[in-house]
């Protein structure tokens, strides 16, 4: 008698994922919603990134270029870069995908932070690797903690830098420290989404230690501070080996017309994202200071949100705090995936949107 399933059925090891849960969008029987839940920009896009993008809706009829010449030698001229050591994706989860998989095999070890971005761990499960998990020290990531966990059967380190969800940030002496403690075969993957948002010295996104290493990557997205979510585009600086590998099993035409087109014109307009910049910063200066006037602890944040931890106190803990919210119309990120149960993430809006969730956790912090 046949031994055979008698359905098809995935490989072992894909059923384990814990799929991956986006922040809700909808507060059900509220008039008007402040969706501050998914770290988009409250901004919106550059103005030239939305005329390029009507201008590529003339053409849709034609396939993409299949290389992003355009988008890629945008990104060169702005960071001063080699075009060549640029590949772009469908956003930045395509590329660490294409990471996991380019350079695990079933058996393989990566490493992850405790509180860092969900994507990490289905991406390794998902190329058949094992994730190894490191605690992280007052929600910063612990750069002798990663170097530790190193094994023979390590071949990839991912760190978000700024890292999502606390805002935090590893110094770049660490950075470098770590790389320099790894193998010359172990990948260093930096996550940089929310680099341009930082201001601080002790801060570098990648691109000095990929343009000198040949075991660093660094990606980045459009989908923050460009206000390009709904495009889905992010790009990666690496060597030329790297790219050369991801290369081979990308699919050919896996950025769309209007996406390159859109993200060309908002990379090249740098004073529309200088004033988002300082929005930014403004925001989350007011933001901490008044939250925690309130009474509530925050993390602090060099990114565009704040974490925000909530007292173990019956009808005060972070759940409570989100039903009122929403029931208010504003609608923020609950982080309990991420080893956070007892804390909301919140990103920074409008000013409406700001003031207004202040004014309800006012309301909440004080109501018996």
């Known amino acids: 008698m046949s031994s055979l399933p008698n359905a098809p059925t995935p490989r072992p090891g894909i059923l384990d994922i ?3 849960v986006p922040g809700k969008e909808h507060a059900p029987g509220v008039a008007k919603v402040y969706k501050l839940s998914s770290n988009e920009t409250p901004l919106g896009a550059s103005p030239r990134s939305i005329e390029a993008f009507r201008q590529a809706a003339g053409q849709l009829e034609r396939y993409p270029d299949g290389q992003a010449l355009e988008l890629r030698h945008a990104i060169a001229d702005v960071y001063a870069l080699n075009p060549a050591n640029l590949m772009c994706g469908n956003g930045s989860d395509e590329l660490l995908g294409l990471l996991a998989h380019t350079y695990l095999a079933p058996g393989d070890e990566a490493i992850i932070t405790e ?38 059967k390590t071949k990839l380190v991912f760190l978000a830098n700024p890292a999502n969800p606390t805002g935090t940030f590893v110094p770049v002496e660490d950075v470098r ?21 930082v201001r ?30 709904a495009l889905r585009i992010g790009w990666i600086y690496a060597p030329a080996a790297i790219i050369d590998a991801l290369n081979r099993s ?42 925690t006037a309130l009474g509530l602890e ?39 995936g991420y080893g956070f149960p007892n804390a909301l993430r919140l990103t ?21």
């Open 18 to 20: 814990a799929a991956y």
């Open 115 to 152: 509180h860092g971005f969900l994507v990490y761990k289905i991406q390794i499960m998902a190329a058949g690797g094992t994730p190894v998990t490191v605690k992280e020290r007052d929600c910063r990531v612990d750069v002798d903690a990663i170097l530790a966990a190193v094994t023979d």
């Open 177 to 197: 420290r770590l790389q320099t403690g790894l193998p010359k075969h172990v990948l260093l993957v930096l996550d940089a989404a929310y680099a341009e948002y």
């Open 200 to 229: 601080r010295n002790d801060y570098e996104a990648g691109i000095e230690l990929v343009s000198s290493n040949q075991n660093v990557v660094m990606t980045r997205t459009f989908s923050k501070i460009y206000g390009l979510a």
């Open 250 to 291: 990308r699919g050919p035409f896996n950025l769309n017309a209007p996406a390159i087109a859109a993200g060309a014109a908002a990379v090249r307009d740098t004073a529309f994202t200088a004033a988002a910049i300082d929005f930014n910063a403004e925001w989350v200066g007011r933001v901490t200071e008044a939250l």
């Open 298 to 336: 925050v993390t602090p944040s060099v990114a565009n949100f704040v974490l925000i931890h909530f007292p173990e106190v019956e009808g005060k803990r972070a759940a409570d705090a989100d039903a009122f919210l929403t029931s208010r119309g504003f609608i923020l990120r609950a982080v309990r």
């Open 348 to 368: 920074i809006g409008t000013p409406e949107a700001n003031e207004g969730v202040l004014a309800a956790l006012s309301e909440f912090l004080r109501k018996d």
